[in-house]
C-alpha cells in the first residue's frame, strides 16, 4: 500500500450535477455554451426518453448501444458521430453508452483509429466536441472517469482506452433516471459500485485520498442497495446508490480495481453475462481470497455492508456470499449457462489482465484463478 504522502492525481468533470430532478439541467446548459447539434448516444430504452434532458437544436439520437459493446458497435457509434458532426456528444445510459460517448469524442473526425489509442495516454488532443454524461444506472460510475472499455470479438479480450481528452465537460446525475431499473439489474449494478470501492480500497495503489470515497461508496451501498432491490421508487435509496457509483467512478482514476474484475471479465466477454452480475458473482471469492493480505480493511469492508465477521477467510466468504445472494443475485456459474469445460479458457484469458491482477494485494497465480472459478461453478 502507499503511503499518505505518496503522490497522487486527482481528476473530475468541470461540472457535476447531482439530485433527482437534474437530467434538464443539461438542456440549460448545452445552449448557454451554444450547442446546437448534438449527438446522443443511448441504448433503446433510454432513446425513448432522451426529452428528459432538455436539449434543444439539432438532436441526433444512436439507440444502438449494446450490454458490453464490441469493436463493430463502436464503429457504428463513430460512424454515426461522423454523420452528425456534433458540437456535444451526450452519453446517455449506463456504462456502455458512457463509454461509446467517450470514444465518440475524441475519436470521430480524427486521423486516430481505436487501435491506435488503446492503453493510457495515447488519444491526441484537444477534443474538438464537448462531451456530457447522464447515467441511468448506478453501477459504473464512468461519468467521472478517463477510462473507455470495449471488446475485441476476435481475441475475447477488453481493449481499454485511458485518456484525459476523455473527461466528460459535465455529468448529471438523477437518480429518478433509475427508477425504472428492475430489481436484478438494481442489484447487480449496485454490487458493481461496490466493487469498485472495494477493489480500490484494498488495493496495492491505495490511497487515503482515495480510501475516502471508497469506504463511504461501500457503506452507501450497504445501506441503501437493498431498499432499492424492495422498492425501485425508494428517492432516498436511488441516490443513496447513485452517489456510491459516482464514488466508485472516483476510485478508478488514480487506483483503479483489481482481481475482482479481473476475474469477472472472461464472464461478459466469453458468455455475455451482464458486467454488474459477473462482478457480484467473483465479488465474495476474491474478497476472501485477499483477506489474508488486508485483514483491517477487509473488516472495515464487511463493516461498511452491515456484516459482521472473523478474520477467518471461510467467515468473509460466507458473509460477502449471503450479502449478493439475499439481494436475489445468481451466485453460481453453472446457473448461468457457463460450461465447465470453458474454465481453464477463462483462466487463461483472465491471467492476462495484468493491469487489474498486478494491483491485487495478494498475487493471482494461474492456478488461484482457476480454483476460484471451479469454486465458483
Not at 445552449?31 to 428528459?52: C, H, T
Not at 488486508?294 to 452491515?306: S, W
Amino acid at each position: 500500500m502507499v503511503s499518505l504522502d505518496s503522490p497522487i492525481t486527482i481528476i473530475r468533470p468541470e461540472i457535476i450535477e447531482f439530485g433527482v430532478g437534474t437530467a434538464e439541467r443539461l438542456g440549460k446548459w448545452a445552449s448557454d455554451k451554444g450547442y446546437a447539434r448534438i449527438l446522443v448516444i443511448s441504448d433503446a430504452f433510454n432513446a425513448a426518453r432522451v426529452e428528459a434532458l432538455g436539449l434543444k437544436g439539432e438532436i441526433t439520437v444512436f439507440a444502438d448501444v449494446t450490454p458490453e459493446p464490441d469493436t463493430a458497435n463502436l464503429d457504428k457509434v463513430l460512424a454515426a458521430a461522423n454523420a452528425a458532426d456534433a458540437q456535444l456528444v451526450v452519453g446517455f445510459g449506463g456504462g456502455s453508452a458512457m463509454d461509446l460517448a467517450k470514444l465518440a469524442a475524441v475519436l470521430a473526425g480524427s486521423s486516430q483509429s481505436l487501435r491506435d489509442v488503446v492503453g493510457p495516454n495515447k488519444v491526441h488532443g484537444p477534443r474538438r466536441v464537448a462531451l456530457a454524461q447522464v447515467p441511468t444506472t448506478a453501477g459504473t460510475g464512468s461519468e467521472a472517469g478517463i477510462r473507455a472499455l470495449v471488446t475485441d470479438p476476435e481475441t475475447m479480450a477488453k481493449l481499454a482506452v485511458e485518456s484525459i481528452h476523455m473527461l466528460a465537460d459535465i455529468a448529471v446525475i438523477d437518480p429518478s433516471l433509475t427508477f425504472t431499473v428492475p430489481a436484478r439489474t438494481t442489484a447487480a449494478t449496485g454490487v458493481d459500485a461496490m466493487a469498485h470501492c472495494v477493489e480500490a480500497f484494498t488495493n496495492r495503489k491505495a490511497h487515503p485520498m482515495i480510501d475516502l470515497y471508497a469506504i463511504e461508496g461501500t457503506r452507501l451501498v450497504g445501506k441503501y442497495l437493498a431498499r432499492a432491490v424492495k422498492d425501485g421508487t425508494d428517492a432516498e435509496a436511488r441516490a443513496g446508490l447513485a452517489l456510491a457509483s459516482l464514488y466508485g467512478g472516483f476510485c478508478l482514476g488514480p487506483v483503479n480495481t483489481a482481481g475482482g474484475h479481473a476475474l469477472a471479465y472472461p464472464l461478459g466477454t466469453r458468455w455475455h453475462i451482464a458486467h454488474g452480475a459477473a462482478n457480484a458473482l467473483i465479488f465474495p471469492h476474491v474478497l476472501a481470497f485477499n483477506t489474508p493480505s488486508v485483514p483491517e480493511k477487509t473488516r472495515a469492508v464487511m463493516d461498511a455492508l452491515g456484516r459482521k465477521t472473523s478474520d477467518d477467510v471461510q467467515s468473509v466468504f460466507d458473509a460477502a456470499y449471503g450479502f449478493c445472494a439475499d439481494l436475489g443475485i445468481e451466485m453460481k456459474l453453472s446457473a448461468l449457462g457457463v460450461p465447465d469445460s470453458d474454465l481453464d479458457a477463462m483462466a487463461d484469458d483472465a491471467f492476462v489482465i495484468r493491469r487489474l491482477l498486478d494491483n491485487n494485494p495478494r498475487d493471482l497465480t494461474h492456478a488461484d484463478i482457476r480454483s476460484i472459478y471451479e469454486a465458483a461453478y
